[in-house]
């Protein structure tokens, strides 16, 4: 059964960047990333393309947001650039296994809050 | 992007009730539609894909049916442990991957 563990809380300036790890335990499969905020609910924000084999973002967060994976220490890593206060969330990663776009391992959420 | 309307928002139900919840499609979706169970502070955990496969360790008192554009989570008879919020999921296409706006299961 795969785990999977992501880093602590995070505070943030307006503008800043936040790096959030996710440490998998078993296999590394196809990772994706999900947020979740009170106002929009669930929203997917990119991860593994089973089509290419490359990493496919939301229109929203192109540009912002740097997807990686590190298969040695099987960590992945969500990068998200110029914070503004709507992207206070609870961030996920999860896993897609079957490489169709249902999850199902999910972290246990870091929170994010961007205030000044 | 394939909008997800989920109805009620929220429900109240008696222990060994049954209990439905809606999702719908703004497009067709075949049967590319995921459940997720949300209990309250907690990530999700899946609980249905492709419409009626029920994940490993779920309990049988959840199924789910429906294709196209209109689907049902049916729990068939409510236990405690049920109280979460219940959101669907469209895979049919991406990017993006959308969600509905969550149904908040509640005991009476």
């Known amino acids: 059964q795969v785990q999977l563990v992501q880093s602590g809380a995070e505070v943030k300036e307006p503008g800043a960047s936040v790096k959030v790890s996710c440490k998998v335990f078993g296999s590394m499969s196809s990772m994706h990333w999900v947020r979740q905020t009170r106002d929009k609910g669930f929203e997917w924000m990119g991860g593994?393309?089973?089509?290419?084999?490359?990493?496919v973002y939301a229109e929203k967060f192109q540009g912002r947001v740097t997807m990686t994976d590190d298969r040695i220490t099987n960590t992945a890593y969500m990068d998200l650039s110029g914070l503004r206060s709507e992207d206070t969330a609870i961030y996920y990663c999860v896993t897609d296994p079957s490489t169709r776009g249902f999850f199902k391992q999910w972290g246990q959420g870091t929170l994010v809050t961007v205030s000044s | 992007d394939i909008q997800m309307t989920q109805s009620p928002s929220t429900l109240s139900a008696s222990i060994g009730d049954r209990v439905t919840i809606t999702c719908r499609a703004s497009q067709s979706l075949g049967l590319w539609l995921a459940w997720y169970q949300q209990r309250p502070g907690t990530a999700p955990n899946l609980l249905i894909y492709q419409a009626s496969t029920l994940e490993s360790g779920v309990p049988s008192r959840f199924s789910g049916s429906g294709s196209g554009t209109e689907f049902t989570l049916t729990i068939s008879s409510l236990q405690p442990d049920d109280v979460a919020t219940y959101y669907c999921?469209?895979?049919?296409?991406?990017?993006?991957?959308?969600f509905g706006g969550g149904t908040k299961v509640e005991i009476k």
């Open positions: 593994f393309d089973h089509g290419d084999g490359e990493k």
């Open positions: 999921q469209q895979y049919l296409l991406y990017p993006p991957l959308t």
